[in-house]
């Protein structure tokens, strides 16, 4: 096939959210639940989803034209490799992340506009107060972000373990550790630290459960608090992963300053953040910043920057340590 032309390419990216909106409602119905155990007609999954028959099997024939799901010659739909991580509760799940974009997180990107005109945040024009108020607000929206985190991050956690050595740690405070899924998978590989998981009211409440359900209820606590006011003291590591970029400059520094308050002299601050590279380069980070400033009024940042927000809160950057995924440990020491 001929190479597209820059016009069929830009048409092809401007109609991005067909993709979005098509993948959120199979993700809603919950259609690759209801093929777990085999393949089904569109008129069975209609009956069990409570949807038009013929609509729903355009939907899923929209959706098996770009690997998700499979039509056979009797019209009957199947999982593919795609459609299975669109089941709920399975390793590798996006399901949550599939229903987050399309569903809350479309409306505030479609104030994206508003956010390039004022410079001011998308999600609090629509929804009229700041993300992890409404998230503490609207529960179900809180539990889906929650779960919506290991779709969006959870594969950098190993390859955080690949690349960086965190041996030597005794206790290790993860601060937003969300779901635990970061702080648990930490605790697996050094059988002998420590872990204190530190987050909002509702996601410790939530993180507790989900602690209740793995082996590591001896060597880890959950702990509610704002990392605003202070975080946990005595920690000997500071874990912070896509916690930073959620804020803006002050903020941030707020937030390190508190860290550096809880540790000691010897403590260590371990930030997990993409970092934004020079020029055209492309990087999901140029992306997952327009993210930021559209949801809670954050920003991705360059190592220059990163350097002088360690430097405004009491840090050396000492050392960047790269993953194989988009983000990369960032190291910091007291001064
Ligand atoms: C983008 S999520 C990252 C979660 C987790 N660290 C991860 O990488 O999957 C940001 C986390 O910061 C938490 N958070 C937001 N505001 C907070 C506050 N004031 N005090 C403590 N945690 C807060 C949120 O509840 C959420 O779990």
Not at 44 to 72: H, Q
Not at 146 to 152: P, Y
């Amino acid at each position: 096939m001929a190479e597209p032309s820059p016009q069929d390419k830009v048409a092809r990216l401007a109609s991005g959210y067909w993709h979005t909106q098509a993948i959120y409602v199979a993700a809603k119905l919950g259609i690759a639940d209801a093929l777990s155990e085999g393949p089904m007609s569109a008129d069975e999954l209609a009956s069990s989803t409570r949807t038009n028959p013929r609509a729903l099997y355009r939907l899923l024939r929209a959706l098996a034209s770009i690997g998700i799901f499979a039509e056979d010659e009797q019209h009957w739909f199947a999982l593919t490799p795609m459609a299975d991580c669109l089941r709920s509760g399975v390793p590798g799940s996006v399901r949550s992340l599939a229903i987050m974009r399309g569903e809350w997180q479309y409306e505030a990107w479609g104030q994206l506009l508003h956010s390039v005109r004022t410079g001011q945040c998308a999600f609090e024009k629509v929804y009229g107060e700041p993300l992890f108020d409404h998230l503490a607000a609207h529960p179900d929206k809180g539990r889906l972000f929650d779960e919506a985190m290991t779709g969006v991050h959870g594969r950098e956690t190993a390859a955080m373990l690949d690349a960086h050595d965190f041996s030597g740690i005794g206790i290790l405070a993860d601060v937003g550790g969300g779901n635990g899924e970061v702080i648990f998978s930490i605790l697996e590989q050094y059988p002998e630290m420590r872990g204190v998981l530190f987050d909002r009211p509702a996601v410790a409440e939530r993180a507790t459960a989900n602690l209740k359900a793995t082996g590591f209820v001896g060597r880890c606590v959950v702990t509610a608090g704002d990392f605003f006011v202070s975080v946990p003291p005595g920690a000997d590591a500071y874990l912070l992963r896509h916690i930073i970029h959620d804020w803006d400059d002050e903020k941030s520094v707020a937030i390190l300053r508190n860290c550096r308050a809880a540790m000691g002299k010897q403590g260590k601050l371990l930030v997990v953040e993409g970092i934004v590279p020079p020029g055209n380069e492309p990087s999901v980070s140029k992306f997952f910043d327009l993210a930021m400033m559209v949801l809670p009024g954050g920003m991705e940042r360059t190592e220059s920057e990163y350097r002088r927000l360690f430097e405004a809160s009491g840090f050396s950057l000492t050392r960047i340590v790269p993953t194989t995924t988009w983000v990369s440990v960032i190291e910091g020491e007291p001064r």
